[in-house]
C-alpha cells in the first residue's frame, strides 16, 4: 500500500492567510497541517507517500517535508496538478506512482487521530470510503443507506441530506482507479470530482465503507480551522 497526500488548491476560502504560502502549510496547534494527514498515513504502516501539489507556493512544500525521513516517510515524491482540476485530477497524476497496487488517499486539509491500520492492512479490491457523523453534512459528499446500511449513493453537497454522515477526505481505491477517472466527466464547476469516482466504484458493487472513530475534520474554512488548532492544542496539553 502507498499513500496519497492531496495538497493542491489555492486555498481561497482562507484568503488572506493564504496570500503568503499553501493552506496545508499553515500552523495547527505546534506543526503544519499536512503532518497530520501524513502522520494518520505512516501510523497505518504506510512509509512510501506521494504528495500532490499546486498554485504558486508549490516549492514551499520541500523547505518543509525535505525529504519525509523526520516524518517516517521512507520514500517521499511530488507531483504536480497544474490546474484546479479537481480532487480525481489529482488522484490521476499518482497513477506511475502506484506502480498497478492499491493506494490511500487523504486530503492535506484532514486532521484526525482515527486508527485506519486495519482497514488499510485489509484492503484487497474495490474502493473503500471512511465516513463520520457530523453536525453539517451538507458541506460535503453525504451517503444514502438503504435498510441494511449499504450505500446506494453519494450525493455531492445536497441541500437536504439523506443522512448525517460525511465521506471524509480518505480513501482506499485499487489501481482500476485511474482507468475510472479516464472516463469521468467534468462537474458544473469544471472539475472531476471524487464523488463520481466514488458513485463509479458504487455502481460496480465494489465500494465499501468504514466509520472513522475519534476526531476528525477539515481545516478549509476559518471555522473548522480554529477547531481543528483547539482540538490539538487541548489533546497535546
Not at 492492512?121 to 460535503?140: C, H, L, S, Y
Not at 482507468?179 to 465494489?206: C, F, H, Q, W
Not at 465500494?207 to 478549509?220: P, R
Amino acid at each position: 500500500m502507498k499513500g496519497v497526500v492531496l495538497a493542491g488548491g489555492l486555498g481561497t476560502r482562507l484568503y488572506p492567510l493564504t496570500y503568503a504560502t499553501n493552506k496545508h502549510l499553515l500552523p495547527v496547534y505546534d506543526r503544519p497541517m499536512i503532518f497530520y494527514p501524513i502522520k494518520t498515513l505512516t501510523d497505518a504502516g504506510i512509509d512510501e507517500i506521494l504528495v500532490v501539489v499546486g498554485g504558486p507556493y508549490s516549492g514551499h512544500f520541500i523547505r518543509v517535508l525535505k525529504n519525509g525521513k523526520g516524518l517516517g516517510v521512507k520514500h517521499l515524491e511530488f507531483a504536480y496538478q497544474q490546474d484546479e482540476g479537481g480532487i480525481s485530477d489529482a488522484i490521476s497524476l499518482a497513477e506511475d506512482f502506484a506502480d498497478k497496487g492499491p493506494v490511500t488517499v487523504i486530503l492535506g486539509d484532514n486532521c484526525t487521530d482515527a486508527d485506519i491500520k486495519k482497514p488499510v492492512t485489509d484492503f484487497t479490491e474495490g474502493a473503500m470510503i471512511f465516513i463520520k457523523k457530523v453536525n453539517d453534512p451538507q458541506r460535503f459528499g453525504v451517503p444514502t443507506f438503504d435498510k441494511d446500511r449499504k450505500i446506494t449513493k453519494i450525493t455531492e453537497k445536497p441541500k437536504k441530506p439523506d443522512s448525517d454522515y460525511a465521506v471524509t477526505g480518505l480513501y482506499i481505491y485499487d489501481f482500476t482507479a485511474f482507468n475510472k477517472i479516464k472516463n469521468l466527466k467534468p462537474s458544473a464547476r469544471g472539475e472531476l470530482e471524487v464523488t463520481d469516482l466514488n458513485n463509479a466504484y458504487l455502481k460496480e458493487g465494489k465500494l465499501s465503507w468504514s466509520k472513522l472513530n475519534g476526531f476528525w475534520s477539515d481545516a478549509g474554512t476559518f471555522d473548522s480551522l480554529f477547531q481543528v488548532n483547539k482540538y490539538w492544542a487541548s489533546k497535546k496539553k
